[in-house]
């Protein structure tokens, strides 16, 4: 029984995490506003952020909002009455 409990903690330390999404979105200038959506797989917020670095497009250099926000999974997403 010992042996199994050990094994079961070995897998759950050693388990890779799961990726999550994370929305990025980029409403760009004036005078017609543009908004620019990615979708972005990451383990954590920090890696999300660095793609989104990576990615960043060269017009939305003059951005006026830039936002990153992980999805809600939608089997997982609570509903409540407004």
Do not use: H, S
């Not at 952020?49 to 003059?62: G, N, R, S, T």
Request: overall charge neutral; some cysteine; glycine content about 2%.
């Amino acid at each position: 029984m010992r042996a199994n409990l050990a094994c079961e903690a070995v897998f759950v330390i050693t388990r890779r995490k799961e990726n999550q999404v994370y929305r990025l979105t980029i409403k760009i200038g004036k005078p017609g506003r543009m908004y620019e959506v990615q979708d972005i797989e990451a383990p954590d917020l920090l890696a999300a952020l660095q793609q989104a670095v990576a990615m960043f497009p060269a017009d939305a250099v003059a951005a006026e909002l830039l936002e990153l926000r992980r999805l809600a999974d939608p089997e997982r997403r609570e509903y409540t009455p407004a």
